[in-house]
């Protein structure tokens, strides 16, 4: 048999296919330069073995059948229900055949309401020897939107007997409506914050420089809001993960970017431990000089600082406010501070941790936090500052004017031996890590090292780990980008140990992902932005446009089928729109090609520079076409430099799109890409300080000034 990516290219059997197409993990697909691929055996039955299906050889396919049929008759209650405001969906209820029960909803807030059960006869099975029958029940239409209970009354038998009597059921918007604060359209700022340090910095970006780049920009160049990279936190120790796409969790904010200088326990610090902080601010100051951002030592010099704050007495309405966000947060936060404790001691792999303390609900873990009480505590309590601290800057945005305030990104996933994998070992799939296919810019695939949420196990989890991740980001937020929208329809899973291009795409519930979404930011007055780029699917967009989910549309990549380049009036209105983004380098060095160069440095191209630089030189002088075609750009100039950058800024700025975002790398003339794909350590990603046109390291302090003699964002009028 021949051999594809490191797989065995033996092709699946009908069965195989069959049962892999029931559980949503695609069998074939198109790749990036439209060729048809079937995805082989070995891949399907890895995928499938990730899912909790054995499919290891005929008789496995066969069982693994008979399971999916039974598996709903052997349940009362679907584990889960998710519907929109209006829809009135059907409920299969299974009880033993013959046996009596009703159905009523407990709601969110307080109340019941009866279900109303229809006369629609459906033969019943034989399950386990056992007779069962199934009854059909209709949800009303005017349900509240929220997060409700379903609970089935069954003739003779006590609920408590069956925990599958009871389901989550969620009530969400048809539509998530933008804001009434953003009016006709919203312009705004894209930065990494870590890469803009001020000059009371301590060698990243922090909180508190976010808030005075938010005012900056309101004031300045008239911003609704500025979207940042995610501020997801990594490890406690070093050495930390650079990338804010490969978080310990979701859940919880990086201490990395709290402001110690405004943290409320200094102002009542005795003179020693005051002048102590001072001493390693200065420290910390020092370290602004480099042009990368040294993470490890930034979290050397305010670990001391915030462990020395930590110590200091702690009044009665302080301990008030920690105790208020350990109500608030529940479980999530208490478990990540005993992650973050536990890791302190044994480090940040826990796979590599004493057996005993590998599971969260363990007795063993429950003793270390009581020996370890305050170490814990200082954790909670680093929590506290982040909340307080982005609470400020939300709030100082919207007060500055901003219609929206800061925008969030939200990572596709988690690292695989941090704290969400140790804290939610029921809700990923192991065996596998999330990626994507070769494609263009990465031809060779990606992949991500991430575990994806597991469908199934979500799904009997009534999404409530994925609900209480949105809610977080969204507690100080006047939006979320989410980066890879399309993982909420279907994800790349690589099996383990495989190249990328030995991966195959699994579907998700995407009624169910997009409906929570949508409902709290519904409930958050929030919009949210998906990162829809790449090979996408058209109906998906679709969706996500019905859903009232801005999609994302960069310049360079808006091509019609015949490749040519959109013009700004067919943009689509539901959208933010930007010339660049994070993938892709700052404009003026895209446009000198350094992402080809640095490619061919890397040896990540597939085929010969020369072609790579031909076929790029192309795109650019479509686009350039375009330009002028719009009379944004001279028929004589270039699309080169800082005037290539203004006019592509122009063209965007013909759009409909209802948000335009401005890189701040573009505004000050910054060339180095930030991230490129498909590396690790072979490229200083996501490290890389703010520099300006000459190259130099620019502080927050004089990005006003830069700004505004390069003259790149257009005005409203």
């Known amino acids: 048999m021949t051999r594809v990516a490191g797989v065995s290219a033996e092709p699946a059997s009908d069965q195989l296919v069959r049962l892999a197409d029931r559980r949503g993990v695609a069998t074939d697909y198109w790749d990036w330069q439209q060729h048809h691929v079937r995805v082989p055996a070995s891949t399907l039955v890895a995928v499938l073995d990730a899912l909790g299906i054995d499919a290891s050889d005929d008789d496995a396919v066969a069982r693994a059948h008979r399971d999916l049929d039974d598996a709903p008759w052997r349940r009362t209650l679907p584990p889960t229900v998710v519907t929109r405001a209006g829809w009135t969906p059907w409920v299969a209820v299974h009880v033993p055949h013959g046996t009596g029960v009703a159905l009523h909803v407990e709601l969110e807030g307080g109340g019941r309401r009866r279900v109303r059960q229809l006369d629609h006869w459906v033969e019943p099975s034989e399950i386990d020897g056992e007779l069962v029958g199934e009854a ?89 809001f500025v979207l940042i990279n995610p501020l997801h936190a990594s490890d406690p120790i070093a050495p930390i993960e650079p990338s804010p796409y490969l978080p310990s969790t979701r859940s919880f904010v990086s201490p990395l970017y709290i402001a110690v200088d405004e943290v409320p326990e200094l102002d009542g610090a005795d003179g020693l431990t005051r002048a102590s902080v001072l001493a390693l601010a200065a420290e910390g100051r020092r370290l602004d000089a480099d042009d990368t951002v040294d993470r490890d030592a930034v979290w050397r010099v305010k670990s001391e600082a915030l462990e020395l704050l930590h110590r200091l007495p702690r009044s009665a309405d302080r301990q008030a406010d920690l105790d208020d966000l350990v109500e608030a947060r529940g479980e999530a936060l208490v478990r990540w501070a005993r992650w973050c404790a536990i890791a302190e001691v044994h480090g940040a792999t826990w796979p590599e941790w004493p057996e005993e303390l590998r599971s969260p609900t363990s007795p063993a873990v429950e003793e270390f936090a009581l020996a370890h009480a305050d170490r814990v505590d200082l954790h909670l309590w680093l929590q506290l500052l982040a909340d307080e601290q982005l609470g400020d800057t939300q709030a100082a945005a919207t007060d ?263 890189a701040l790398t573009d505004l000050v003339g910054d060339r180095r890409p930030i991230n490129q794909p498909g590396t690790h350590r072979e490229y200083p990603n996501w490290s890389l300080a703010l520099t300006g046109a000459d190259g130099r390291v620019l502080a927050l302090e004089d990005v006003p000034r830069t700004v505004a003699a390069r003259d790149v964002v257009p005005r409203r009028t």
């Open 136 to 224: 059909t029940f209709e949800l009303d239409a005017d349900l509240p939107l929220g997060w409700h209970r379903l609970v089935a009354e069954v003739e003779g038998r006590d609920p408590q007997d069956d925990p599958t009597a009871s389901a989550t059921l969620v009530v969400t918007p048809q539509k998530l409506e933008l804001p009434d604060t953003l009016g006709e359209r919203g312009t705004g700022l894209a930065a990494q914050l870590y890469q803009v340090r001020s000059a009371r910095s301590w060698g990243i970006g922090d909180l508190a420089d976010l808030r005075e780049i938010s005012r900056w920009a309101a004031a300045d160049l008239d911003a609704d």
């Open 400 to 662: 500055a004017g901003m219609g929206l305030g800061i925008l969030h990104d939200l990572a596709v996933g988690v690292h695989p031996e941090g704290a969400d994998a140790w804290a939610l070992p029921d809700v990923l799939a192991r065996g596998v890590t999330v990626g994507a296919p070769p494609d263009q810019f990465t031809q060779k695939g990606q992949n991500w090292s991430q575990p994806p949420w597991h469908p199934t196990r979500l799904a009997e989890a009534g999404y409530g780990p994925y609900r209480d991740m949105v809610r977080a980001i969204l507690a100080h937020a006047g939006g979320i980008r989410v980066d890879h929208v399309i993982g909420l329809f279907r994800l790349w899973w690589i099996p383990e140990d495989q190249e990328p291009s030995a991966g195959t795409y699994v579907r998700y519930d995407h009624e169910a992902l997009v409906g929570i979404l949508a409902l709290e930011a519904h409930r958050a007055g929030a919009v949210l932005v998906g990162e829809d780029l790449g090979v996408v699917e058209p109906w998906v967009r679709d969706h996500l446009r019905e859903r009232g989910i801005l999609g994302t549309s960069i310049v360079w990549f808006e091509h019609d089928d015949a490749g040519a380049v959109i013009p700004p009036a067919d943009y689509r209105e539901l959208c933010l729109a930007t010339v660049t983004t994070h993938d892709l380098p700052p404009t003026e060095g895209f446009l000198d090609l350094v992402h080809v160069d640095l490619r061919d440095e890397l040896g990540q191209l597939t085929r010969p520079v020369e072609e790579e630089r031909a076929e790029e030189e192309a795109a650019h002088r479509l686009m350039a076409a375009a330009l002028r075609a719009e009379g944004v750009l001279g028929a004589d100039e270039p699309l080169r430099g800082a005037r290539g950058v203004r006019a592509l800024h122009a063209y965007v700025a013909r759009t409909p799109s209802r948000l335009l975002a401005y």
